[in-house]
């Protein structure tokens, strides 16, 4: 399964609210999506398991949502520490793939 | 709390193999399903495999002819090898725990490691 992240480049300002899509070339089970955000020389950290389900210590101005092919991620209140990539990624089956990331600039 | 370790050869010559370990350190490795994830340089995530401690694995297509995934319960570490390495395979290797279990429905990974760099040249 493909997975498309758009738009590739996000710039907004601190306090505005931020809209990821996901795309799947496939229909992907509600309990198979999750969003990770990488910043430089960090792993990724998971944010979003299960479509719209939190992961500990995750902030709740990260909500997602979704189902069959379409899904996203909404970051409301931005903080310039959001700033980093996003990506999303499935597990119908094997392979596990990811998107190719979104880029979230915050200035 | 349960902590990810990557080790191995920063460098590596091309046509040789890749050989890299995991050290799960905090809790036990029998729990879970392990996985292998790379980045190459300015680029995106690409899922390598998984290994479960009862042996079970499972490998991108793309790589499986190359890959050899095993585990180590005594030391409680599992290890990636990667055979006939080129340029391409150049990337930050992240070793990642598949969240989901028998009683926790996390279909995700839930915790990395902070990722080794090999380089593939000569």
């Known amino acids: 399964i493909v997975l498309t992240q758009s738009p590739g480049t996000l710039s907004l300002s601190p306090g505005e609210r931020a809209t990821l899509s996901c795309r799947a070339s496939?229909?992907?089970?509600?309990?198979?999506l999750a969003w990770y955000q990488q910043k430089p020389g960090q792993p990724p950290r998971l944010l979003i398991y299960?479509?719209?389900s939190r992961a500990t210590g995750i902030s709740d101005r990260f909500s997602g949502s979704g189902s069959g092919t379409d899904f996203t991620l909404t970051i409301s209140r931005l903080d310039p520490e959001d700033s980093g990539v996003y990506y999303c990624q499935q597990y119908v089956g094997p392979p596990l793939t990811f998107g190719g990331g979104t880029k979230l600039e915050i200035k | 709390q349960v902590q990810l370790q990557e080790s191995g050869p920063g460098l590596v010559k091309p046509s040789e193999t890749l050989s890299l370990t995991c050290t799960v350190s905090?809790?036990?490795?029998?729990?879970?399903?392990w996985n292998w994830i790379r980045q190459p340089p300015g680029k995106g995530l690409e899922w390598i495999g998984y290994?479960?401690?009862?042996?079970?694995?499972n490998y991108n297509p793309p790589l499986k002819s190359r890959v050899t995934m095993s585990v180590d319960t005594s030391k409680n570490q599992f290890s990636l090898k990667l055979s006939s390495a080129t340029a391409a395979d150049t990337a930050v290797y992240y070793c990642?725990?598949?969240?989901?279990?028998?009683?926790?429905?996390?279909?995700?990974?839930?915790?990395w490691g902070q990722g080794t760099m090999v380089t593939v040249s000569s």
């Open positions: 496939q229909s992907v089970s509600s309990t198979s």
């Open positions: 990642a725990r598949w969240g989901e279990t028998a009683t926790i429905k996390l279909r995700a990974f839930d915790l």
């Open positions: 299960g479509t719209s």
């Open positions: 905090g809790g036990s490795i029998t729990t879970h399903y």
């Open positions: 290994i479960h401690h009862s042996g079970s694995s």
